[in-house]
């Protein structure tokens, strides 16, 4: 899944949605994510996901 089409289904912003995966470099670069990917693997979206209360179709 894409960051942005994670954060249409939030409800805010690519910017307000790129600060709030910027508080969580950590963990996202933990799980192999990188801050310049566009599509994040499925245990990222699943983490984000249940983080932000983003209810996934």
Known sequence: MYKNELAKLAGVSNRTF????ATRRPILTAMGVSPFARKLPPPAVRFISEDYCIDLP
């Open 18 to 21: 790129q600060r709030y995966l």
